[in-house]
């Protein structure tokens, strides 16, 4: 047998094993090129000039038919794209070039199926952001099938695609230095039967400022890479607390591998790579450590630490001649019940006649720094202490900070309402 027979009978042989792998039900192999991976994260190892590819080992189906990609770095370019393919699909490619494929490109927002031409499909997306992928099954019999994008929980889009007998695969391609992401092969898609769509809950629209948090309801989580004091994850309310909406709460779901969640309230234009208290204009609660950090990365100790299942809280005790601009008066809240699972914090809205006796004296340096307020802090129900600090123009705004893998917590910006 000559060289090149030899060759295509090797090949035959090896094809031949693969499908007799997946006809018989044994457990598929996930393949790669040029990427890193490490649990259920990648990162591409290539330089730039070659596309990393990563397909998963099964494909969509019934019972699974939605999967997620958090963008943990975006790199140099960006250039990462979440789609399905083929099982056997080429890996120098970006999933959506070639046929029988198609992604959403994080880049340029375009939507490639079968073609290195993408067509204009949705917003770009960035560090931070979660691209989703599924099918419709309900015509997946006749050959075809509806794929959809999500972003951040929410349809992007979709288009009509032909599908092999072997199914479609989920597949995430890289293309320039530094780009990461954490992929989600059991993310789960919600139909809502009221509206007859599918949609994901997301309360995103409570929050004016996101970097490295991912927001699932009232759940936040951390998605950084939690490395160094620079990869801060932050949220801050898109809303300053006011009298009339005057006190927050977060339950520590998870504190990951380091509990370095802070809760507390900082100016508008707060530096989105600080802790909550390291900088001006801020001051937070620290869990892992339980001291209180105000406009200072040294923190003073404040309470004890908190840990998983504990109740943070934070809120203002304003002056009671104090009106934010755009408030109207405030209603005569002497006394409010702030309610944490069954313990309850006994919380006076107003200050009292000695401290406001105290202010009038010093009420012209007041005027120039900014109208001062008292920031108080609870965990789980009981008062641990508060701060005295200058308003900054616009007010103060429920801001969380979180800083190392695993770390999740569910905030309620409205713990009185109810």
């Given at each position: 047998?000559?060289?090149?027979?030899?060759?295509?009978?090797?090949?035959?042989?090896?094809?031949?094993?693969?499908?007799?792998?997946?006809?018989?039900?044994?457990?598929?192999?996930?393949?790669?090129?040029?990427?890193?991976?490490?649990?259920?994260?990648?990162?591409?190892?290539?330089?730039?000039?070659?596309?990393?590819?990563?397909?998963?080992g099964h494909p969509l189906s019934k019972r699974n038919c939605y999967f997620e990609v958090t963008i943990v770095d975006a790199g140099v370019r960006g250039t990462i794209a979440v789609g399905?393919?083929?099982?056997?699909?080429?890996?120098?490619?970006?999933?959506?070039?070639?046929?029988?494929?198609?992604?959403?490109?994080?880049?340029?927002?375009?939507?490639?199926?079968?073609?290195?031409?993408?067509?204009?499909?949705?917003?770009?997306?960035?560090?931070?952001?979660?691209?989703?992928?599924?099918?419709?099954?309900?015509?997946?019999?006749?050959?075809?099938?509806?794929?959809?994008?999500?972003?951040?929980?929410?349809?992007?889009?979709?288009?009509?695609?032909?599908?092999?007998?072997?199914?479609?695969?989920?597949?995430?391609?890289?293309?320039?230095?530094?780009?990461?992401?954490?992929?989600?092969?059991?993310?789960?898609?919600?139909?809502?039967?009221?509206?007859?769509?599918?949609?994901?809950?997301?309360?995103?629209?409570?929050?004016?400022?996101?970097?490295?948090?991912?927001?699932?309801?009232?759940?936040?989580?951390?998605?950084?890479?939690?490395?160094?004091?620079?990869?801060?994850?932050?949220?801050?309310?898109?809303?300053?607390?006011?009298?009339?909406?005057?006190?927050?709460?977060?339950?520590?779901?998870?504190?990951?591998?380091?509990?370095?969640?802070?809760?507390?309230?900082?100016?508008?234009?707060?530096?989105?790579?600080?802790?909550?208290?390291?900088?001006?204009?801020?001051?937070?609660?620290?869990?892992?450590?339980?001291?209180?950090?105000?406009?200072?990365?040294?923190?003073?100790?404040?309470?004890?630490?908190?840990?998983?299942?504990?109740?943070?809280?934070?809120?203002?005790?304003?002056?009671?001649?104090?009106?934010?601009?755009?408030?109207?008066?405030?209603?005569?809240?002497?006394?409010?019940?702030?309610?944490?699972?069954?313990?309850?914090?006994?919380?006076?809205?107003?200050?009292?006649?000695?401290?406001?006796?105290?202010?009038?004296?010093?009420?012209?340096?007041?005027?120039?720094?900014?109208?001062?307020?008292?920031?108080?802090?609870?965990?789980?129900?009981?008062?641990?202490?508060?701060?005295?600090?200058?308003?900054?123009?616009?007010?103060?705004?429920?801001?969380?900070?979180?800083?190392?893998?695993?770390?999740?917590?569910?905030?309620?910006?409205?713990?009185?309402?109810?």
């Amino acid at each position: 047998m000559d060289p090149i027979n030899v060759l295509q009978h090797r090949c035959l042989l090896h094809l031949r094993r693969r499908i007799r792998d997946i006809e018989d039900g044994r457990p598929a192999k996930e393949r790669y090129m040029r990427l890193q991976k490490d649990g259920d994260t990648l990162s591409y190892q290539g330089n730039s000039e070659e596309v990393g590819c990563y397909v998963a080992g099964h494909p969509l189906s019934k019972r699974n038919c939605y999967f997620e990609v958090t963008i943990v770095d975006a790199g140099v370019r960006g250039t990462i794209a979440v789609g399905l393919v083929p099982r056997f699909y080429r890996l120098d490619h970006q999933p959506g070039w070639l046929p029988h494929s198609v992604a959403y490109h994080a880049d340029n927002g375009k939507l490639y199926s079968g073609n290195p031409v993408g067509q204009q499909f949705g917003p770009k997306c960035a560090r931070g952001d979660r691209i989703g992928c599924g099918i419709q099954i309900e015509n997946i019999e006749a050959g075809l099938t509806t794929v959809f994008f999500t972003k951040n929980g929410k349809e992007v889009g979709s288009v009509e695609v032909p599908v092999s007998a072997e199914g479609m695969f989920p597949a995430v391609g890289m293309h320039s230095m530094g780009e990461e992401v954490k992929v989600n092969l059991q993310a789960e898609w919600f139909l809502d039967d009221d509206e007859s769509m599918m949609m994901v809950d997301s309360h995103e629209d409570d929050w004016g400022r996101l970097y490295d948090v991912r927001v699932s309801g009232m759940v936040l989580e951390y998605v950084g890479k939690g490395k160094s004091i620079m990869d801060v994850g932050l949220a801050q309310a898109r809303q300053p607390l006011t009298t009339r909406c005057h006190y927050f709460e977060l339950e520590i779901i998870d504190a990951g591998e380091k509990c370095y969640i802070a809760l507390g309230l900082a100016r508008r234009d707060y530096p989105r790579n600080r802790h909550p208290g390291w900088s001006r204009g801020s001051v937070a609660y620290h869990a892992d450590d339980g001291k209180i950090f105000h406009g200072s990365g040294v923190g003073d100790a404040f309470g004890p630490r908190c840990f998983k299942g504990d109740i943070m809280g934070c809120g203002i005790m304003f002056p009671r001649d104090y009106i934010l601009d755009g408030e109207g008066d405030a209603d005569d809240w002497d006394q409010l019940e702030v309610h944490a699972g069954h313990a309850a914090v006994q919380n006076v809205l107003y200050l009292n006649d000695e401290e406001e006796d105290e202010e009038d004296g010093e009420e012209a340096e007041q005027e120039q720094e900014g109208r001062k307020v008292s920031v108080f802090f609870t965990r789980n129900g009981k008062l641990m202490g508060r701060r005295e600090m200058a308003l900054p123009p616009g007010g103060l705004y429920p801001t969380v900070g979180m800083l190392s893998t695993g770390e999740k917590v569910k905030v309620d910006l409205h713990p009185l309402s109810g």
